[in-house]
């Protein structure tokens, strides 16, 4: 099992932040780090950091998780995947999901039907471009050239890249199925080891429909890993960010985060906890959280129990781990980092 990190996010942006992320992500590879994922939602871009890391670092594999198809037309993406990996020696991993209703709609302007569909034409349209072929293309949402007009079917100038990997951000059981069947890894979030199921038998489904096996897909799940000897302290600070996931990562009727967390054995609190957050009563909405639920989906503990969780998500054929260190300053999270990555190697090497 191998380990990757992240930066950005929704809180990213913050005035002077990111020379410390840079200092992390560096630090990082020396502790033998294998990726770094660039998250956008509503802050920082995805690939204007990963640009500058490509200078930075020397080994370190730069992936979006994600870049949100709405945000730019398939073309845009293509070409923009293709330049860093040129610039990055081959390092990029162009990580792609649909985001939800709320930042499709609400900041972006785009419509937010038929998401798996676009996602399987903006993937078809990647790949042409990829292949150095000229981009034609007839889709529901997808067009090109535009008909009617002057534009002609191009080719682009960069020269094909097929190596580049695609990984997809799904969560809903068809689209699952999709990234089995066509993804070179996912992404994956609302995941716990104990309900792997919950995902990577869709998965499996469409590897196997598609002549695939689910060893042919990196499987790459995150938590956040704390070390400690009283697990109630380090649990009761992560269930905000619990609450706002179940109750805020999408609306009332769409909330794909909330959805997988229910397949995977947590129902009751999964509607509890939206209920209460979207009537607004968000104290009560995170009271609601189970603790068993934070623990799960986290790696919290003394090392021990942490080396446990890291076997757990290992058994659950996770690939590679992707965590987020806790700690009041860059030094102390990366001593978590590097407590982390030795026990991984000691888990790796059978112990």
């Known amino acids: 099992m191998k380990v990757s ?29 294998d990726a770094v994922w660039t998250a ?4 920082q871009d995805a690939i204007a950091p990963l640009a500058y890391l490509a200078a930075r670092t020397n080994r370190i594999r730069l992936g979006t998780g994600i870049m949100q198809i709405s945000a730019r037309v398939p073309a845009m ?6 330049t860093m990996a040129a610039i990055s020696n081959d390092r990029f991993i162009l990580g792609l999901g649909t985001s939800g209703p709320q930042v499709v709609e609400g900041l972006q302007g785009q419509p937010f039907k038929a998401p798996l569909t676009r996602l399987k034409e903006t993937v078809e349209i990647i790949k042409l471009a990829f292949a150095g072929e000229k981009i034609v293309f007839h889709g529901k949402h997808h067009e090109l050239p535009l008909p009617g ?6 080719r682009l100038s960069q020269p094909g890249n097929s190596n580049i990997p695609i990984y997809l951000a799904t969560l809903k059981p068809k689209a699952l199925e999709y990234t089995g069947a066509v993804a070179d890894g996912w992404l994956g979030t609302s995941f716990t080891p104990e309900h792997g199921a919950a995902h990577l038998d869709y998965l499996r489904r469409g590897a196997e429909g598609a002549g695939r096996s689910l060893a042919d897909i990196e499987i790459e799940v995150g938590g956040t890993v704390a070390f400690g000897d009283d ?24 909330n794909f985060y909330n959805d997988a967390f229910k397949r995977g054995g947590w129902e009751a609190a999964g509607r ?9 009563k968000r104290s009560e909405a995170i009271a609601k959280v189970p603790s068993e639920m934070v623990v799960q989906a986290n790696l ?9 969780r890291l076997r757990a998500y290992k058994n659950a054929g996770v690939t590679r781990l992707r965590v987020a260190t806790l700690g009041r300053d860059l030094p102390e999270k990366l001593t978590t980092l590097g407590r982390v990555m030795d026990l991984v190697r000691a888990i790796n090497a059978g112990g």
């Not at 007009?149 to 191009?154: D, F, I, R």
Request: aromatic share 6%; no cysteine; glycine share 14%.
């Open 300 to 308: 919290l503990g003394n090392s021990e129990m942490v080396r446990e």
């Open 40 to 43: 956008e939602a509503w802050g």
């Open 149 to 154: 007009g002057q534009g002609k079917a191009l």
């Open 231 to 254: 697990l109630d302290a380090l649990v009761e600070p992560l269930k905000p960010a619990m609450a706002f996931t179940l109750g805020a990562m999408g609306s009332a009727t769409t």
């Open 272 to 280: 509890e906890v939206q209920r209460l957050w979207i009537a607004g």
């Open 77 to 82: 993406t293509a070409m923009t995947a293709l």
């Open 5 to 33: 990190i992240g930066i950005g996010g929704a809180a990213s942006g913050q005035r002077r932040d990111f020379d410390e992320q840079v200092e992390f992500v560096v630090e990082a590879e020396k502790l033998g780090v």
